[in-house]
């Protein structure tokens, strides 16, 4: 889920001001330039908030050099990690020496480390942040039919977990619409395989009969966009999630709430897969500070318009699905 802008001086790339030493841990997020992030101003406070002299920082890569920096950032000694935005996910996972199962199946990665071996270990935790934020909001995806549009990273991300069968839990359907009709299908046919749920390809973005619509595409990041689909098709019952962070609420999300429908946006899927990255990484005691009480993150990702929806966290509540990295294979 994470997507970036060009790199700009480096204390504001940080959020947090950087340390005046040379034992500061630094991650990287491999972007391309036309991205927009929101990762530094979440996880740098994260960092700051756990004690971890830390930093997040966004670097454009072009395509044709992703696997020379996946391959030798690492003779940087104080370099800990990679955070892979969406237009590198699935290029990503072929330098990659072992992935985890959802990775695997979604074709894709969004973190990677190198192991003591010196192996490159990737993962992938957009599609368990999508679904605990479905939790989150009191959304089901079990037996329901689902429409995704886009067929990128983040797209197959999120199908791959909801194929997926977890506690006997699973989509009933998955359709993705993408004008790349031949990598909509691909994808589909991957996912189909690997999972065993329906999952196919549409020549339609037409909405209708779906129960949940995700938007995972580049459409609605500039805010002049048309929207991803007709809003007016869909139905009654129907939910909408938003993965895109520009512009929200955007015009789509403006969209199904007029016609009273639940739509929410792509924050939430963020903020739930904190504690993922963190675990991954090795801060154990940072990922379980997100678990007890994520209140600060949201509070600083959720634009003005939109704090009066942040759901207060109960001391007894937990609003983390109870998955650790160890737990996704």
Not at 271 to 283: K, P, R
């Amino acid at each position: 889920m994470t997507s970036c802008h060009p790199t700009p001086p480096l204390c504001q790339a940080m959020s947090i001001p950087p340390s005046d030493t040379d034992a500061t841990d630094v991650y990287l997020i491999l972007c391309d330039t036309a991205e927009q992030t929101l990762a530094p101003d979440l996880f740098n406070p994260a960092f700051a908030d756990a004690g971890l002299d830390a930093v997040l920082v966004a670097v454009p890569v072009e395509p044709r050099h992703l696997e020379a920096m996946i391959r030798t950032a690492w003779v940087a000694q104080n370099l800990k990690g990679l955070w892979v935005s969406p237009a590198h996910q699935t290029a990503a996972l072929a330098v990659l020496d072992h992935c985890s199962s959802l990775g695997r199946i979604a074709g894709a990665v969004n973190a990677i480390r190198r192991n003591a071996d010196g192996r490159l270990e990737g993962a992938l935790f957009d599609g368990v942040g999508f679904v605990a934020s479905l939790i989150y909001f009191g959304i089901s995806y079990a037996d329901q039919r689902v429409l995704i549009l886009g067929a990128g990273g983040a797209a197959a991300a999120i199908a791959a977990s909801l194929a997926r069968p977890a506690d006997a839990v699973c989509a009933a359907e998955i359709a993705f619409y993408d004008p790349d009709t031949a990598r909509a299908t691909a994808l589909a046919r991957r996912i189909a395989a690997a999972t065993g749920t329906p999952v196919h390809a549409v020549s339609s973005h037409d909405p209708a009969g779906f129960d949940l619509v995700v938007h995972a595409s580049a459409l609605g990041r500039p805010a002049s966009d048309a929207l991803p689909c007709d809003v007016a098709r869909m139905e009654t019952h129907a939910c909408v999630l938003d993965t895109v962070l520009n512009n929200q609420p955007s015009a789509l999300l403006r969209a199904a709430r007029a016609r009273g429908l639940q739509a929410q946006p792509g924050f939430e899927m963020l903020v739930q897969q904190t504690h993922l990255y963190l675990d991954f990484f090795g801060h154990t005691e940072a990922a379980g500070m997100v678990r007890r009480d994520a209140s600060p993150l949201r509070q600083r990702l959720y634009p003005q318009a939109l704090q009066h929806e942040i759901q207060p966290q109960l001391p007894s509540e937990s609003q983390f699905s109870p998955f650790t990295f160890s737990s996704l294979g």
